[in-house]
């Protein structure tokens, strides 16, 4: 029987191994073939527009009787929208995940955590929806601007749209922190807060890097919340005027598009592609750096 019963378990265990190999193998494929997708859909408009026109450029103009397809304000525009998204988002949710993780009772951790739940389950355009009808109108009274619809406003409901992601997984992080960490040091005369910030945190720091990136990938690729509060204006980007996105820009024109336009589209996804993916190879590169000097 037991001769039996150890053969099951190797056969289930070799069964789950073919699934999950083969399950990952496919990922890896849909993965690999976006990339070559992008590649070759948007290299050719590059090289027919030239590479120093389309990333430098700072006139776009598609429809135009002498179309223009510079693409540096959406470029800038995305930058400087995902970096205010951080710089405001990051904070409330790094210290949004001490307090939860470390701090609150489990009473307010019973009410708080379903509604941060609740927060990242709600569909972007209802953040763009609700942004459209209150923070809009609110900037441009607040500020006395004929139109509300800026990066200003972008950048605030990125910042709200990231608070989950930093939240959820830095919780995460910092609960994985062994307790002997916080036990030693209160027992060397540390209080409780220098104990969160001095050891849990710098303990915790590669979940909250992950967190950090998590909303990174989350801003610069968001498309339909931003087109309904940016104004969706092919400008430099300026805090207090109408500004189109990366993204928004392909989502804006891909349905109308045709010939050179829709090609310079797909140079924009594939520009976008590049910047997720270097993010995401800067996150790698050190984390690896940190597990290496924890050893």
Same mark, same amino acid.
């Given at each position: +029987? ?11 265990? /070799?069964? %789950? *191994? ?6 990952g193998v ?14 070759? @859909?948007?290299?050719? #408009? ?9 990333? $430098?450029? =700072?006139?776009?103009? *598609?429809?135009?009787?002498? !179309? ?9 525009? *995305? ?14 949710? $790094?210290? /949004? ?6 701090? %609150? *009772? ?7 955590? !379903? ?13 763009? $929806? ?22 200003? #406003?972008?950048?605030?409901?990125? %910042?709200?749209?990231?608070? !989950? ?33 001095? &050891?849990?945190?710098?303990? @915790?720091?590669?979940?909250? =890097? =992950?967190?950090? &990136?998590?909303? &990174? ?5 968001? %498309?339909?919340?931003? +087109? +309904?509060? @940016?104004?969706?204006?092919?400008? +430099? !980007? ?8 990366? /993204? /928004? @820009? &392909? =989502?804006?024109?891909m349905s109308y598009s ?14 976008? $592609? ?22």
């Open positions: +029987m037991n001769l039996l019963a150890k053969n099951h378990k190797d056969n289930v265990e /070799t069964i %789950a *191994s073919t699934i999950f190999l083969i399950l496919i990922n890896i494929g849909f993965v690999l073939l976006i990339c070559v997708y992008l590649v070759i @859909a948007g290299l050719p #408009a590059i090289i027919k527009i030239g590479p120093i026109d389309f990333l $430098f450029g =700072a006139k776009w103009a *598609s429809t135009a009787a002498e !179309p223009q397809f510079g693409i540096l304000p959406f470029i800038l525009t *995305s930058i400087y929208g995902t970096a205010g998204a951080i710089v405001i988002g990051l904070p409330l949710g $790094f210290f /949004t995940a001490v307090y939860l993780a470390k701090i %609150a *009772s489990k009473k307010v951790r019973y009410v708080i955590e !379903p509604l941060i739940d609740l927060l990242a389950g709600i569909p972007s355009v209802v953040y763009g $929806f609700i942004g459209m009808l209150v923070l809009v109108p609110s900037i441009r009274s607040l500020f006395s601007l004929p139109d509300g619809a800026s990066l200003f #406003a972008a950048i605030i409901v990125l %910042a709200v749209m990231i608070l !989950p992601s930093i939240i959820k997984v830095s919780i995460t992080a910092l609960e994985a922190v062994p307790q002997e960490y916080e036990l030693g040091s209160l027992a060397l005369g540390a209080n409780e807060i220098e104990t969160y910030y001095r &050891v849990v945190v710098p303990a @915790a720091k590669s979940g909250i =890097a =992950a967190a950090v &990136v998590l909303g &990174v990938g989350r801003a610069i690729g968001e %498309a339909m919340a931003v +087109m +309904m509060v @940016a104004g969706n204006a092919a400008n +430099m !980007p300026s805090l207090f005027e109408s500004v189109r996105f990366l /993204t /928004t @820009a &392909v =989502a804006s024109e045709s010939g050179l336009q829709r090609e310079a589209l797909f140079s924009i996804a594939l520009v976008l $592609f590049v910047f997720i993916m270097m993010i995401n190879a800067t996150l790698n590169v050190l984390l690896k750096r940190g597990g290496v000097k924890r050893k």
